[in-house]
């Protein structure tokens, strides 16, 4: 399976396939029967999102290959039943 990375609304390409949303909340104001219709996302799973940790750290400086290397990603790591979850959508 390919896999590629999308602006949350981008409008689709012909042939797309299925669009996971993985972030941590949802668009606000936007009702969930609409997520695929405006272009969001098909399937939303929050839990691949990077954590609040995650994130701040990468905002807070520019990234080096070095500073990567030392990245806090240990809640990064997709528990059994993500890989599970993705099976069943993909």
Not at 26 to 36: C, E, N, S, T
């Amino acid at each position: 399976m390919a896999v590629r990375i999308v602006r949350l609304g981008t409008p689709r390409e012909r042939g797309e396939g299925l669009r996971i949303g993985t972030v941590r909340r949802p668009p606000r104001g936007v009702r969930k029967d609409q997520y695929a219709v405006r272009n969001f996302f098909d399937v939303w799973l929050p839990e691949l999102a990077p954590s609040q940790t995650l994130v701040r750290w990468i905002m807070a400086a520019p990234l080096t290959p070095k500073r990567w290397a030392s990245a806090p990603i240990r809640n990064v790591r997709a528990a059994p039943s993500i890989a599970g979850k993705l099976a069943a959508v993909g």
